[in-house]
Nanobody
Framework: QVQLVEYGGGLVQAGGSLTLSCAVS????????AGWFRQAPGKEREFVAS????????YYADSVKGRFNISRDNAKRTLYLQMNSLKPEDTAVYYC???????????????????WGQGTQVTVSS
């Protein structure tokens, strides 16, 4: 059974930092690219960041570039999203995901990704 479980969401003031973690089980995570999406209230789910299986390549949405950092520890089967200089517009439910079919450069344009976590709420107060 494939499971992706996110941790680390919460309430933070604007300008603050937060690190999300995603624990992956049930598949050979070290072979697959992975990423993060988010969904704000009343908005569509949007791409945040992606990373190749070996951490060689990373990609970011323009809205988070320079502030967020995606990383992974394949030995721990965990995906991370370090979020700095947070803004109220970063408030959303954040989801980790992975898909054996995709390369990390395909994440931003994909409408269907196979495996998702349940999401973790991030709220940034002004």
């Amino acid at each position: 059974q494939v499971q992706l479980v996110e941790y680390g969401g919460g309430l933070v003031q604007a300008g603050g930092s937060l690190t999300l973690s995603c624990a992956v089980s049930g598949l050979p995570f070290n072979r697959y690219a992975a990423g993060w999406f988010r969904q704000a209230p009343g908005k569509e789910r949007e791409f945040v960041a992606s990373i190749s299986w070996g951490s060689i390549s990373t990609y970011y949405a323009d809205s988070v570039k320079g502030r967020f950092n995606i990383s992974r520890d394949n030995a721990k089967r965990t995906l991370y999203l370090q979020m700095n200089s947070l803004k109220p517009e970063d408030t959303a439910v954040y989801y980790c995901n992975t898909d054996p079919r995709l390369r990390s450069d395909q994440w931003a344009t994909m409408t269907s990704i196979t495996y998702w976590g349940q999401g973790t709420q991030v709220t940034v107060s002004s």
